[in-house]
């Protein structure tokens, strides 16, 4: 039997549907255990991805396992969700963030004001969707550069929340991504439709 504490943990995402968006190369273990703690907080989660039926992953050196995709991307609506999960590798958002309706999905949680989490080379596909600039953020060093460039505050710490975005540098940050993770998609919509695009806006012009 559950006790109170496992009983509220496990009601904490209770009724929520999280889409996670992946390409073939994702780094399987930044889909894993992010799935099992949202759905151990009681979660739906799905697997969304431009591949049709399965989606290979990618195991740190070598081809890792693969996935069963719950809604092919060309079907799936950010509106039928409450929140979203890019994991990262580096084939993976390298293929999402060519993919139009990809990006355009991904924009779309962020412009209704929806939690995203994001780890490692995920933010590649965030740059392309023009969504990070004013947001304090991490990710894989390799991708310090293209965040600012970007308009980011980048900085190096194992996990950073900001307006509703969760990020991480890389698979031993994930207890940490995680924990904040969930608690941040608890907490559902940050102010709704068009505050992230004001709070962008009104730190553009504090620059000027």
């Known amino acids: ?100 309706k990809a990006v355009q999905f991904v924009k779309q949680f962020f412009d209704d004001g929806k939690p995203i989490a994001v780890i490692c080379h995920g933010p590649w596909t965030l740059v392309e969707a023009d969504v990070v600039r004013g947001i304090t953020m991490t990710s894989y060093p390799s991708l310090k550069t293209d965040l600012r460039n970007a308009g980011a505050d980048w900085v190096d710490e194992e996990v950073v929340v900001d307006r509703g975005i969760v990020s991480s540098r890389k698979p031993d940050d994930l207890p940490a991504f995680t924990r904040k993770m969930v608690e941040e998609f608890a907490e559902g919509q940050h102010g709704g439709a068009g505050r992230r695009q004001a709070a962008r806006a009104s730190e553009g012009q504090g620059r000027l």
């Open 1 to 100: 039997m559950l006790n109170p504490a496992e009983v509220s943990m496990a009601e904490q995402l209770a009724g929520r549907r999280v889409a996670a968006l992946v390409a073939k190369g994702f780094e399987q273990v930044e889909l894993f255990e992010p799935r099992e703690a949202l759905e151990a907080a009681g979660a739906t989660v799905d697997v969304v991805s431009p591949e049709a039926h399965t989606v290979l992953g990618w195991n740190r050196t070598d081809w890792g396992d693969e996935v069963t995709v719950d809604r092919r991307l060309g079907d799936a609506r950010a509106d039928d969700y409450d929140a979203l999960l890019l994991p990262g590798g580096v084939m993976n958002p390298d293929r999402l963030r060519t993919n139009p």
